[in-house]
């Protein structure tokens, strides 16, 4: 399949893009993420640093900001992090007894917080995580602040969390103008997941028979195409009963307060995509109140797209056109997927096909089509799109693209977002290059975040994978100072 990229005016510097989708994946991502541990480390000498709008191999200029203590502490966990049995035996024993036994579970702690807490998490507490944003300011980056609560199905924990993520606004508005660009949360955290999984049964039922009537259901975008899967749903599911249509009105309600903290707070909400199994009902939640809140000058909700789903496209697609024909300026965040794993568990039970590509190469094509798609509305002058990703060809097309439409770099509709602690190169590259970057930045007690940092630990071998440049630059980095006396 070939680019849909237009061909940019400077051919000399990027030639990269006369490359076929099929390749796309930069020596980095070319590896499979689930057989990173098979695969020989990728070298950074084998790139042009011409070929790409961004320059992401000069170590001196991309960590420029960071001390050399950081850079030190940076090599060592992710050099931790890339040794699969440490993982494997840090995930076993955390979902092991010891952890019931008070000794075992406070060295364990006390290991993971000084070494992948510290690296991945932005804080304990709000408070923490403000310091750590600004930090992340003063290297001109900034922070997207994520509660980092998992899935509840208790009403009291919904509140709770609820609660997390409006201190997340708080904080927003506590730091410096536009310091954190989103504050994020998950659906499944404030409306029981038994609901949502009960709502997108019914969603997906009326997407098989139109005469299904849904009485409690708003104004929305379609949540689904022509050829999204509806497995999960195999009989005609009961209505809500008053009790069930009582408590999704109250995780709505948890939702509305949320965006309207953000409006008044003046920051963007962005919603985490989840499993297949609920995603209909958190779309649905989320283009529910993207409709009351979002303006043409200002956009609150943002929902987030999957690429590795067959389907993604086309719904953002269909999303799209419909909140065009409203009026309704819709952003998403773009993410590759990080539920591989439970979605083909799920699908190969049921006897189905994956709802996931059938290769990596059709989930980057598929990314870079759907980054490609909503580059060109924003430059007609719709919409707004946060680009989550640490594929190196991804970040550097989009930005080719974005360069090539006369995007401005510095628009509020465009942003470029890796995880805190993963891709600094990428992140420094395209902020040299003049582009708004953030860091996704969890944060919350160590108890509450293992939840976060397992499945991170789980997903996370493409990741893993993604920081060898990062470990490769950053080494060198240090090489360059050590050797220079600049420490
Ligand atoms: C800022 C930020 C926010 C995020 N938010 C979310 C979120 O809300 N929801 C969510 O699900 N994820 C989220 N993620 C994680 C994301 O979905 C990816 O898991 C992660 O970013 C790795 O993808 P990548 O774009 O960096 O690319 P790469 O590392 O190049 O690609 C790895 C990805 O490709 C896909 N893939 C791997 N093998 C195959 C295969 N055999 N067939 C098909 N596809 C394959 C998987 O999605 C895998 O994660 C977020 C990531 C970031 C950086």
């Known amino acids: 399949m070939a680019i849909r990229f237009s061909q940019p005016k400077p051919l000399h510097k990027l030639r990269y893009l006369t490359r076929t989708l099929n390749s796309a994946s930069s020596s980095i991502s070319a590896v499979s993420p689930l057989n990173f541990a098979e695969k020989p480390e990728p070298t950074i000498e084998k790139h042009d640093p011409f070929?790409?709008?961004?320059?992401?191999?000069?170590?001196?200029?991309?960590?420029?900001?960071?001390?050399?203590?950081?850079?030190?502490?940076?090599?060592?966990?992710?050099?931790?992090?890339?040794?699969?049995?440490?993982?494997?035996?840090?995930?076993?024993?955390?979902?092991?007894?010891?952890?019931?036994?008070?000794?075992?579970?406070?060295?364990?702690?006390?290991?993971?917080?000084?070494?992948?807490?510290?690296?991945?998490?932005?804080?304990?507490?709000?408070?923490?995580?403000?310091?750590?944003?600004?930090?992340?300011?003063?290297?001109?980056?900034?922070?997207?602040?994520?509660?980092?609560?998992?899935?509840?199905?208790?009403?009291?924990?919904?509140?709770?969390?609820?609660?997390?993520?409006?201190?997340?606004?708080?904080?927003?508005?506590?730091?410096?103008?536009?310091?954190?660009?989103?504050?994020?949360?998950?659906?499944?955290?404030?409306?029981?997941?038994?609901?949502?999984?009960?709502?997108?049964?019914?969603l997906r039922w009326q997407q098989k028979d139109s005469s299904f009537r849904l009485p409690w259901k708003f104004n929305d975008f379609p949540i689904f195409s022509d050829h999204s899967p509806l497995y999960h749903t195999l009989e005609r599911p009961e209505p809500l009963t008053q009790e069930e249509e009582n408590e999704l009105q109250v995780g709505y309600d948890r939702l509305l307060k949320l965006c309207r903290e953000c409006e008044e707070g003046n920051v963007p909400l962005v919603l985490d995509a989840e499993d297949t199994v609920v995603q209909p009902a958190i779309d649905y939640l989320t283009y529910a109140s993207a409709i009351t809140y979002n303006k043409v000058d200002n956009i609150i909700v943002y929902n987030t797209i999957q690429a590795y789903l067959k389907d993604a496209k086309e719904r953002m697609l269909l999303a799209t056109e419909a909140a065009e024909k409203m009026g309704v300026p819709m952003g998403f965040k773009l993410v590759r997927g990080a539920y591989m794993s439970s979605e083909s568990r799920v699908a190969t039970s049921l006897g189905c096909e994956s709802p996931i590509h059938n290769s990596i190469q059709e989930t980057h094509a598929c990314y870079?089509?759907?980054?490609?798609?909503?580059?060109?509305?924003?430059?007609?002058?719709?919409?707004?799109?946060?680009?989550?990703?640490?594929?190196?060809?991804?970040?550097?097309?989009?930005?080719?693209?974005?360069?090539?439409?006369?995007?401005?770099?510095r628009s509020s509709r465009l942003e470029f977002a890796q995880l805190y602690g993963m891709s600094e190169a990428l992140s420094f590259g395209l902020k040299n290059a003049g582009f708004k970057v953030s860091k996704y930045m969890p944060y919350g007690p160590i108890d509450m975040v293992m939840p976060y940092?397992?499945?991170?630990?789980?997903?996370?071998?493409?990741?893993?994978?993604?920081?060898?440049?990062?470990?490769?630059?950053?080494?060198?980095?240090?090489?360059?100072?050590?050797?220079a006396s600049i420490f």
């Open 51 to 202: 070929s790409s709008p961004l320059n992401i191999y000069d170590h001196e200029k991309l960590f420029s900001l960071i001390s050399s203590a950081k850079l030190l502490r940076s090599v060592f966990n992710l050099n931790l992090a890339a040794v699969e049995p440490v993982v494997d035996l840090g995930k076993w024993v955390m979902n092991s007894r010891l952890m019931d036994i008070d000794i075992t579970r406070e060295a364990v702690t006390g290991l993971v917080r000084h070494t992948f807490y510290e690296h991945f998490c932005a804080g304990e507490s709000s408070a923490e995580a403000e310091r750590c944003v600004e930090k992340v300011n003063e290297a001109g980056l900034r922070g997207m602040l994520v509660y980092a609560v998992e899935h509840t199905d208790d009403e009291n924990e919904c509140d709770q969390n609820l609660r997390g993520f409006l201190q997340t606004v708080e904080s927003a508005k506590t730091l410096a103008p536009s310091s954190v660009s989103f504050v994020v949360a998950k659906i499944s955290a404030i409306c029981p997941m038994s609901i949502l999984k009960r709502v997108s049964d019914l």
């Open 368 to 409: 870079n089509e759907c980054a490609s798609f909503m580059l060109d509305k924003i430059a007609n002058g719709f919409g707004a799109l946060v680009l989550a990703t640490h594929n190196v060809d991804s970040g550097q097309m989009a930005a080719a693209k974005a360069m090539d439409l006369g995007i401005d770099k």
């Open 453 to 483: 940092l397992l499945r991170r630990a789980e997903e996370n071998k493409g990741f893993l994978a993604a920081s060898n440049l990062d470990r490769q630059l950053m080494s060198k980095e240090l090489k360059r100072r050590l050797s």
